[in-house]
């Protein structure tokens, strides 16, 4: 299966304090994505990142990328209570075929 | 703005019924995506579509099927429900073109089959 997987499957941290989530994929990609859910929603897209891209921000999201290791950071910086979610990476097939492979997700809990 | 609507939020229905989930969007978007989501497992691809009236198996397509036949829409059946099929449903669609492009989830349906 080309299926993703994070680590830790659940974080919990202080308000202010930074979230490091990580992803590990098994097949060659073209481009990664990370993904949040709140509880018993449908997922939102956070932010791509492209093989051949090393590191990505957006905001207070730093994502980066080592394709020779297959594995992937989200870093969210200075958390906030509303950050509570759950967070999964998405790749892609490098055949050029359109759908994703998620992960099986991080639950992040932000106590205020 | 982009949206992706889901015909119920949550649904019980019964063993041996037939099922529709349907799945609407407002972007013109040529792919369609089905999932489930069960705890620890994560998304599961059951269904996606390229286009109307065309189809192709995901991961699981065991016991679903789907019609497309407008492109805004893409629904999901149950022919038969069983308790195994108990699970969050979700769908998805995205612009057309080389690679993987974001993905536009609806809310979800959850479904509870008893």
């Given amino acids: 299966s080309q299926q993703g997987e994070e680590d830790p499957q659940a974080l919990s941290i202080q308000e202010g304090e930074n979230a490091t ?15 949040r859910q709140n509880s018993g929603r449908g997922l939102v897209h956070l932010i791509l990142i492209r093989s051949n891209e090393r590191e990505k921000h957006s905001g207070r999201l730093r994502v980066t990328l080592d394709t020779s290791k297959k594995s992937s950071s989200l870093l969210i910086t200075a958390s906030r209570a509303a950050d509570t979610a759950s967070y999964f990476c998405a790749t892609d097939a490098v055949t050029g075929a359109n759908n994703l492979f998620f992960g099986t997700g991080t639950r992040l809990t932000v106590i205020p | 703005d982009v949206k992706v609507t889901q015909s119920s939020r949550y649904l019980v229905k019964r063993t041996g019924e037939k099922v529709f989930l349907e799945c609407v969007q407002d972007m013109d978007h040529e792919n369609m995506f089905w999932y489930r989501q069960d705890p620890g497992l994560g998304l599961r691809l059951i269904y996606f579509s390229y286009d109307v009236k ?10 679903y099927s789907v019609s497309r036949e407008k492109k805004e829409r893409f629904s999901l059946i149950l022919e038969s429900a069983s308790t195994n099929q108990t699970s969050m449903y979700l769908c998805a669609s995205t612009m057309p073109g080389q690679g993987a492009h974001e993905q536009y989830f609806g809310p979800g349906t959850r479904l509870t089959v008893t």
């Fill in chain 1, 21 to 35: 989530m990580n992803c590990s994929y098994k097949t060659s990609i073209n481009n990664l994505q990370w993904y």
């Fill in chain 2, 54 to 63: 065309m189809k192709e198996k995901g991961d699981i397509p065991e016991g």
